[in-house]
């Protein structure tokens, strides 16, 4: 079965609701339609019910669940929630109500946090930065984790690497200039959110643009101190580098490049050194290689809020809608 299908299988068996800020956006209302007619996820969405509904104009969301901030009796208790939580930094209950009020993205967030919502979606109009900062700041990392970071699942068309052309990139979205101890957490981290979802065993490569010690240079050097540590901190795991991508995906390649590596040749969840690495590399793959792309999906948080990129279709949109309500099953 694809990816895909399996996640939708697993999302429909305890189905949780996703709440869609950003409402008014036809790309987000159509996966809307799609998730409730499927019976895949319940569907929250967010704001002033005419507005959206006449965005939607000729879908059906009947049965999607329409929360305007400004008619939601709960407000005053998301209010003091937000202040209890953020007081420290400032927050006042005026600027809590404001915030609330006016950027669906925090109101989002807030309703997963209260558990009115099992996880959020968004990214398909705001940046990465403006998705990702209310969940950091309200939901905060999960138990045993203080690195939060993000991967996609790329499904790569008539591929043989990785998992039968399935693989996890990390991290492409979030982290943006990860030490040696950020790259090995990241390590371990996606090593687990892929034995997760796609259900196959990791094997994990750190990727440099050197293998095994044929090219110096500090850049090198951060990957191969992150390797010992990965290998230090994740021994259940299989991981490996630091390696180029042939050599980390290619089995003959592999095996020339670092003869004796368990790992070369075969990874399936691929390390990048930065984010520039790491988010033209995806973008390279889904484009020229027509790969699905689902994310920037988040690992480390305390409760599941994903991301998408701005040039997202809906069928991404559904993707990472179900791949949350899997998170969310996972984290109960
Ligand atoms: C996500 C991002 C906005 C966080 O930035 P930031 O400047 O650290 O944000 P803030 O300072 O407002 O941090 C918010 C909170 O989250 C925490 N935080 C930030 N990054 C974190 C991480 N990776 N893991 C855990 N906590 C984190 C901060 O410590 C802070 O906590 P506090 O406010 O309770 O003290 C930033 O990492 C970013 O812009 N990343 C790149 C996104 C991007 O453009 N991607 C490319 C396209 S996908
Ligand atoms: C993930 C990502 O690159 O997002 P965007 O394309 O919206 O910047």
Redesign the pocket.
Same mark, same amino acid.
């Given at each position: 079965m694809k990816f895909i299908d399996a996640i939708k299988e697993r999302a429909k068996q305890n189905k949780q609701t996703i709440v869609l800020p950003e409402s008014l956006e036809r790309r987000t209302l159509d996966a809307a339609c799609t998730l409730l007619s499927e019976e895949l996820v319940d569907v929250v969405l967010v704001g002033e019910r005419e507005a959206i509904l006449k965005a939607g104009e000729g879908l059906d969301l009947g049965k999607a669940k329409i929360v305007d901030p400004a008619t939601f009796e709960g407000m005053d208790q998301y209010v003091a929630e937000l202040v209890k939580l953020r007081e420290k930094?400032g927050m006042t209950p005026e600027s809590a109500r404001k915030i609330l009020s006016t950027d669906p993205l925090f109101f989002g967030v807030m309703m997963v946090k209260q558990g009115d919502a099992d996880g959020m979606v968004a990214g398909a109009v705001n !940046?990465?930065?403006n998705v990702?900062?209310p969940s950091?700041?309200i939901l905060k990392?999960a138990p045993g984790t203080k690195?939060? !970071?993000s991967f996609f699942v790329m499904v790569v068309p008539d591929c043989t690497y990785g998992s039968n052309g399935t693989f996890i990139f990390s991290d492409a =979205? *979030?982290?943006?200039n990860p030490s040696a101890e950020e790259l090995a957490s990241i390590a371990g981290s996606s090593a687990k959110s892929f034995k997760a979802l796609v259900g196959d065993e990791p094997i994990v490569g750190m990727l440099s643009h050197s293998t095994k010690g044929s090219a110096t240079h500090p850049d090198v050097d951060k990957v191969v101190e992150a390797t010992k540590l990965a290998q230090e901190q994740y021994p259940e795991f299989k991981i490996d580098g630091e390696f180029q991508l042939d050599a980390a995906i290619v089995p003959s390649v592999g095996q020339s490049k670092a003869p004796g590596s368990p790992v070369a040749g075969n990874v399936n969840v691929l390390i990048f050194p930065d *984010?520039d690495a790491g988010?033209i590399g995806y973008k390279l793959v889904q484009r020229l290689a027509k790969a699905e792309a689902y994310g920037?999906i988040t690992q =480390?948080i305390a409760k599941p809020v994903n991301?998408l990129s701005r040039g997202c279709t809906a069928e991404d949109i559904v993707g990472v809608a179900v791949i949350t309500a899997v998170q969310a099953q996972n984290m109960k």
């Open positions: 930094k !940046s990465t930065a990702l900062r950091l700041q990392t690195l939060v !970071s =979205g *979030l982290v943006q *984010l988010n920037p =480390g991301d």
